[in-house]
């Protein structure tokens, strides 16, 4: 049973403006959630992360928002560019264990000019 | 920066074959996992290791063999392979509190 959720598979956004990737979990033991950005070909590579004693995370463009009440955490990038287009996904963990996470199917985003 | 490092990139198995997908970190990471992608789905834990000497299953395990002999080297070894491991396999290694690094992946073909 998948225990973390990204019910968007694909996204389209102009440049410029703002991209709001969604994610849902539903295993309450996870405290550790990430983000990573993956292009055709290439491995994933961490974009962002966040712990649960925090609610926001923020760097440069990115922005990860943690609701625990209602098991969501977004990842907003302001503003995207055509070099964000890729597929992002989402992952969690409990403990803080840094090397057995949850991914998410992943959203697929694309940037156009 | 070699990073995590996977051999081969590609590959093709015949139905009952094995064989090893290496993946070695110069990273001095603690931690190594093996996960395998599939069309439409997300990342899948195959298995994991914590140290030297140490490996533990994932969600996927059946079908799969590890070792972890040294820090830098986590092969993957496929005992009999089947057309339902036709899967793009990612490595990767982290360290305490530090996000996992994944290798560029091996693409493995079962016909």
Request: charged share 15%.
């Given at each position: 049973?998948?225990?973390?959720?990204?019910?968007?598979?694909?996204?389209?956004?102009?440049?410029?403006?703002?991209?709001?990737?969604?994610?849902?979990?539903?295993?309450?033991?996870?405290?550790?959630?990430?983000?990573?950005?993956?292009?055709?070909?290439?491995?994933p590579t961490f974009l962002i992360s966040i712990s649960s004693i925090k609610d926001k995370n923020e760097d440069g463009?990115?922005?990860?928002?943690?609701?625990?009440?209602?098991?969501?955490?977004?990842?907003?990038?302001?503003?995207?560019?055509?070099?964000?287009?890729?597929?992002?996904f989402c992952a969690a963990s409990a403990g803080h264990s840094g090397y057995a996470l949850n991914f998410g199917k992943g959203t697929s985003l694309l940037v156009t000019p | 920066n070699a990073g995590v490092t996977q051999t081969p990139k590609f590959q093709v198995l015949k139905t009952g074959q094995s064989m090893t997908l290496q993946?070695?970190?110069?990273?001095?990471?603690?931690?190594?996992?093996w996960y395998r992608q599939d069309p439409g789905m997300g990342l899948r834990l195959?298995?994991?290791?914590?140290?030297?000497?140490?490996t533990d299953q994932g969600e996927v395990p059946n079908g799969y063999n590890v070792s972890r002999s040294t820090t830098e080297d986590f092969p993957l070894r496929l005992l009999s392979a089947a057309p339902s491991?036709?899967?793009?396999?990612?490595?990767?290694?982290?360290?305490?509190?530090?996000?996992?690094?994944?290798?560029?992946?091996?693409?493995l073909t079962v016909t």
């Open positions: 049973d998948q225990q973390v959720k990204q019910n968007s598979p694909s996204l389209s956004v102009q440049e410029g403006r703002i991209s709001i990737l969604n994610c849902d979990y539903t295993n309450s033991m996870f405290d550790y959630f990430l983000w990573y950005k993956k292009y055709p070909a290439e491995g463009r990115f922005t990860v928002f943690l609701n625990k009440s209602a098991k969501h955490l977004s990842l907003h990038i302001v503003p995207s560019q055509p070099g964000d287009s890729a597929v992002y | 993946c070695a970190q110069d990273m001095n990471h603690e931690y190594m996992s195959i298995h994991y290791s914590v140290g030297a000497g140490i491991q036709t899967s793009v396999y990612f490595c990767a290694s982290s360290s305490l509190y530090s996000p996992l690094h994944f290798g560029n992946g091996t693409r």
